[in-house]
């Protein structure tokens, strides 16, 4: 018995065990890690980072009900630690968020003059220069909410902040966005 | 007509139909439905906003790098970013030309194996914002940054690391690598900088020395 255990946790089997809680979130994570950093490099390395910190902790994983929620968690904190809070320094530039409306321009001239699908295009990347205008907290909410989908509650202990906050929070993130859409977008 | 009645015509699956006069007449003259109609409009942009896709191969990638079994990659690729050089900010600018010449074009020029160095004068002790601004003539996905420190230097923040190395994706046209760069002890030392992509490299280095009064700042080129 005592071997055995001791090959379930040898380190090989902990990267398995690891590997297959993970790889199903990744695809996520790189969502989240985009939004947030507006940057495919970036997301990328942010990604790296939280797994990295994890690696050790196969066995609080494997306690976790929500997986995908409680990465993400670890990767807002990698975020805000090795991106936000640089961007405060002192030292360093201050790059604030900058949407990347590149993709968007890509996109567009992509289609054919007069498509449908060109002013909705146009819409989004008006409301992603809009989001620059929010500040952080406010911004953190519309994009796990209202942009990749998580639940109130789940936003709420990403953020650890309470579900009243969360709410609040999106109530004026959501006026101060709604001012650029016109009346003619619905 | 009603609000319940125009709600339901704008909730529904699809949405609203631009020819539905009826609604657009009740939507010009009730502000709380037009304000709903907003809302759900703006709820459908943001949920679809799109994602720039990960480089090919990124799920193993990152999870072979978090296991340790590929070299990691520096989150100072998060700080220490190439972004297009429009800042007015530049205190001290070292210019880089950088010619990466696809295989097969020929015999490279002998300049742009080792590109010229630069020379800074900086006050010891003090942060000097030191701007590497390369030009490249083509878009260069997924290269390979390495800056290497001498023990004489420091960069602020990263206390005690002399080598880092990240990935980054460089423009065409200008990009620029900002090095918060801190003369430690002696009078001067060395800052190497590569760029590995398609199997080749590229590298300059920047020698930093002491300003001989203080106070000032002073770049030139070798």
């Not at chain 1, 992603?128 to 639940?151: K, N």
């Not at chain 2, 990659?73 to 970013?81: M, N, Q, T």
Request: overall charge positive.
């Amino acid at each position: 018995m005592t071997k055995i255990i001791k090959l379930f946790e040898s380190r090989a089997a902990r990267e398995h065990r690891f590997s297959e809680l993970v790889r199903p979130h990744i695809g996520s994570l790189y969502r989240m890690a985009y939004r947030w950093t507006q940057d495919r490099d970036d997301a990328e390395d942010l990604v790296q980072e939280a797994l990295a910190k994890l690696v050790r902790r196969v066995g609080d994983m494997e306690r976790v009900e929500k997986l995908g929620p409680w990465l993400v968690k670890v990767l807002y904190r990698c975020f805000v630690d090795l991106y936000r809070k640089r961007s405060r320094s002192p030292s360093g530039e201050n790059p604030g968020w900058r949407a990347d409306t590149d993709l968007l321009d890509e996109r567009i001239a992509a289609l054919p003059e007069g498509a449908d699908a060109i002013r909705r295009l146009e819409l989004q990347r008006d409301l992603a220069r809009a989001m620059e205008g929010l500040g952080g907290e406010q911004r953190d909410v519309i994009l796990l909410h209202d942009t990749e989908g998580y639940s109130i509650d789940e936003v709420a202990s990403i953020l650890e902040i309470s579900a009243g906050t969360v709410k609040s929070r999106l109530h004026r993130a959501r006026a101060r966005l709604k001012k650029f859409l016109g009346d003619g977008t619905f | 007509m009603h609000c319940n009645e125009a709600r339901r015509r704008l909730a529904k699956p699809g949405g609203a139909s631009v020819a539905d006069s009826e609604l657009a007449e009740h939507l010009s003259e009730c502000d709380a439905c037009r304000d709903y109609a907003r809302e759900l409009r703006l709820a459908e942009l943001l949920a679809e906003i799109p994602v720039r896709k990960p480089l090919p191969g990124m799920e193993e990638r990152v999870l072979q790098r978090a296991l340790g079994r590929k070299e990691r990659v520096s989150p100072a690729g998060l700080h220490l970013r190439w972004a297009l050089a429009t800042a007015a900010s530049v205190i001290l600018a070292v210019v880089v030309t950088l010619q990466f010449y696809p295989s097969g074009a020929g015999r490279e020029p002998a300049a742009a194996g080792m590109v010229k160095a630069a020379v800074v004068e900086v006050v010891p002790q003090q942060t000097h914002m030191v701007n590497v601004l390369l030009t490249s003539h083509r878009a260069l996905n997924d290269a390979l940054i390495t800056v290497q420190l001498d023990d004489n230097l420091a960069l602020h923040g990263y206390k005690d690391v002399h080598h880092l190395k990240w990935r980054a994706s460089l423009k065409s046209g200008g990009n620029r690598l900002s090095l918060p760069v801190k003369l430690l002890q002696g009078n001067s030392g060395k800052i190497t900088v590569t760029i590995e992509h398609g199997g080749k490299s590229k590298h300059f280095t920047i020698n930093v020395t002491a300003a001989p009064e203080s106070g000032s700042q002073k770049l030139s080129m070798i």
